[in-house]
């Protein structure tokens, strides 16, 4: 095949020169950042275009050529609900490990570089787990320097992402940036993830990046899930989508009910008592904290203490951050659940520990982060709007709809980072400014609605 010519000059790599540093979006005024995102928008538009099948293909059906008008970014939007589960409708199944080859054929259609197909021989006709497949793709396509991440949907439909170390670099860059900016995060913290170090769920590898980027040492940070959470064991937990014949009935009848019994009585009680045992460490030697879990993991944690008989202070500067959204069955609500972190954990001057919750999604390469007043602030590097019911984007300061999001910079040489959520949101952008202090675009408090499936929202509670 023929590799095109890349619309900046090159025809082999991604120029990566072009790429302005993340930090200094913060720097611009709201024209000069909103030309430099169309500006790039356009070139990113561009060099995907020429090279990546699956986006030329649904983008050219609606009209879109090479070059793009600035007043047709809405017709480059693909559902973030679909596009990296479409291998599902290619395939007839939901287990790329039993038709590898069609997989690779897919993914190859997906990515904006070649997959060297002459190595397609080298996989084998059927795979015993879904994590067998992608190390095998990860090991046959080693000098590539691909990374597979998967989403922590519920359905057991997973989101199957690439990323390769230009774009983990850029992702890293982001995280840590904003977790730096938003929750004041330096290498004096020590973290702690409720969450397992050894997964492909893109939430807990995102914690992995940021704490990379801000330069925190190994040992000051702590995975407390004390297993590994492999895409097959999410899937079988959830018990939505199950292998056929008798596979699945031993899925069913035997593996699901086990793991909810394991996650019961083994693994959230040692991920709580490592967790309580690192903050009383941390809170004796003054410390700082950066907690994050998601938000049935986190009240856990509050009543362990509690019962303890015990507060904890903290000390100032300690955070806690949650994200993941919430277990569709929990009977408690997040405020009922930040209450209860409120009576037990405190600054050292008595003030509740701050509670912080993030919205992101395995198809970003970022995380918008909540400020004191609770509005979610998105990072200055993404183009942010909303879509009206026809789909057009809305162009006021004040709207409401589908959020849509333009990350020119984030995605990198694999895929353009164009995409449409399923989350209905109230966005403020432009020249406003939030409460905080905070210039630019956030989602204004309490104004998320996910009108997916519930199925498919991620939720790291789920882990």
Known sequence: MTTPTSPRGDSSEYDAVDQPSLASFWSLTSGQREAVLLDGILQTHAWHFARNRAYQQTVAARGV?????????????????????????????????D????????????????????????????????????????????????????????????????????????????????F??????????????IMPRQTRIAMARMAQFSTQGIGLAPERVHFTIPFAAQPDQVRIRAGRTWRSGWAGMVERRLWNPFMHWMGDRVVTPRAVQSTVSLLRQASAAREKVLLFAGWTH???????????????????????????????????????????????????????????????????????????????HLPPWIHAATVDANDALQTGADTTGLLAFFDPFGGGELFPAFFKTADRVHLLRGDASCSCGEAGAYLAQGSIQRVDLLDEAGCAAQL
């Open 99 to 178: 038709r590898p080859l069609e997989f690779l054929g897919w993914l190859a259609d997906q990515l904006s570089i070649e997959l060297p197909r002459a190595r397609f021989s080298r996989f084998r006709p059927r795979y015993g787990s879904l994590e067998a497949l992608l190390r095998a793709i990860e090991a046959i396509f080693a000098d590539l320097g691909l990374e597979i991440l998967t989403s922590s949907g519920t359905s057991g439909r997973a989101t199957i992402l690439v990323r390769n170390q230009q774009a983990l670099a850029r992702t890293t860059e982001s995280f840590y940036l904003s």
């Open 180 to 193: 730096q900016r938003y929750f004041a995060m330096q290498a004096d913290h020590r973290a702690i993830f």
């Open 298 to 376: 986190l009240h856990a944690v509050a009543l362990d203490i509690l019962r303890q008989g015990t507060p904890l202070r903290l000390t100032p500067g300690s955070l806690v951050g949650s994200g993941g959204g919430m277990k569709e069955r929990y009977p408690h609500t997040p405020a009922e659940i930040r209450a209860t972190v409120a009576q037990a954990m405190t600054s050292a001057d008595g003030e509740p520990v701050m509670v912080r919750d993030t919205y992101g999604m395995a198809e970003g390469n970022w995380a918008a982060m909540q400020c004191r007043h609770g509005n979610y």
């Open 65 to 97: 050529g090479p070059s793009l008008d600035a007043g047709a970014l809405a017709r480059v939007l693909r559902p973030t609900s679909q596009t990296f589960k479409s291998y599902i409708d290619l395939l007839g199944t939901p287990f790329p490990q």
